[in-house]
């Protein structure tokens, strides 16, 4: 009787999950979970609930771009795209860039505050 005792070479690795970037991010940069919060205009809670992985953003390609925008995280790898590891840490740059009328961390609380 023959065995088949190939492992995919994937089948071990254990895939980083939304909350595992997201917390990964917060870390690298040195960051309280309502500092990052503050500078991404949510709740403090909010971030506690996704970094946790309880809740997810209501647009999460959304968070992904500012997260790229504030910290040159790039949004692909903010949602899994890129398996390569975390760019270095930056810090926040307030360029008040604005969107719709508002700035974009005030379009995100608008929409993900109740998340």
Request: cysteine-free; charged content about 25%; aromatic content about 6%.
């Amino acid at each position: 009787m023959e065995t088949n005792n190939t492992i995919s070479p994937m089948s071990d690795v254990p895939q980083w999950t939304l909350a595992d970037r997201l917390r990964k991010i917060r870390r690298d940069r040195h960051l309280t979970q309502e500092q990052i919060a503050h500078e991404l205009g949510i709740k403090g809670v909010t971030w506690s609930a996704w970094e946790a992985g309880r809740t997810r953003p209501h647009d999460v390609v959304e968070l992904a771009g500012l997260i790229e925008q504030r910290f040159g995280v790039p949004a692909a790898w903010t949602l899994g795209v890129l398996s390569q590891s975390a760019p270095e840490p930056r810090k926040a740059v307030d360029n008040g860039s604005v969107r719709w009328g508002r700035r974009q961390s005030d379009h995100m609380s608008a929409r993900m505050a109740t998340a």
